[in-house]
């Protein structure tokens, strides 16, 4: 199976601050990779697919992108509605899975 | 509008057997494939089964292969996840989810809809 590998789990951040997560494929997965926001008690909601494609209605501030098996998602200028935790999903075949999460915080 | 509705879970006792369903409203859902994943409290999600848009293709996660099964009736809009042999590694929030894309077993571009959550304790 693929395994994703995520990084940091924590970052503590300001609003205002431009952060980056990153996510590594253990194997070769073209640009089959999205981004999921979960907020606390709520279901995780898709950001990007196809590594860097944003879906419909998310801010033009979440950047997702890809170099081999390296995936990045970057949120520039962060908001108060960002803080939570995201996770990237393989989508190359089955089974699918996720990266261990990671949870952006108030600094 | 587009929504996935949840129902089922509870408190189970080890061993014993527990069925999730899923309804589905706003979109035309014998085209989508749909898939379940489950969050352990305090934990990540973790991928669990889908099943195609029109029911004739499965698969699941090694985790819950054999113990777990996954159907869909397109005359319901429903989809529904059997629990066996339940042991305490599987106390999660289940949720379902619809693919973007429809009718592709193999789409590569996310899951766009989910359900709210349900939650499976096995004590």
């Known amino acids: 199976d693929i395994q994703l590998t995520q990084s940091p789990s924590l970052l503590s951040a300001s609003v205002g601050d431009s952060v980056t997560i990153t996510c590594r494929a253990s194997q070769a997965i073209n640009f089959y990779l999205a981004w999921y926001q979960q907020k606390p008690g709520t279901a995780p909601k898709l950001l990007i697919y196809?590594?860097?494609t944003l879906h419909s209605g998310v801010p033009s501030r979440f950047i997702g992108s890809r170099s081999g098996t390296e995936f990045t998602l970057t949120i520039n200028h962060l908001q108060p509605e960002d803080f939570a935790t995201y996770y990237c999903q393989q989508l190359n075949g089955y089974p699918r899975t996720f990266g261990q999460g990671t949870t952006v915080e108030i600094k | 509008q587009v929504q996935l509705v949840q129902s089922g879970g509870g408190v189970v006792q080890p061993g014993r057997s527990l069925s999730l369903s899923c309804a589905a409203s706003g979109f035309t859902f014998r085209h989508f494939a749909i898939h379940w994943v489950r969050q352990p409290p305090g934990k990540g999600l973790e991928w669990v089964a889908v099943v195609s848009s029109d029911g004739s293709e499965r698969s699941f996660a090694d985790s819950v292969k054999g113990r777990f099964t996954i159907s869909r009736d397109n005359s319901k809009n429903t989809v529904s996840l059997q629990l066996n042999g339940l042991t305490g590694g599987d106390t999660a929030v289940y949720y379902c989810a619809k693919d973007q894309i429809a009718e592709d077993f193999l789409s590569i571009d996310g899951m766009d809809v989910w359900g709210q959550g349900t939650a499976v304790t096995v004590s």
């Open positions: 196809e590594a860097s």
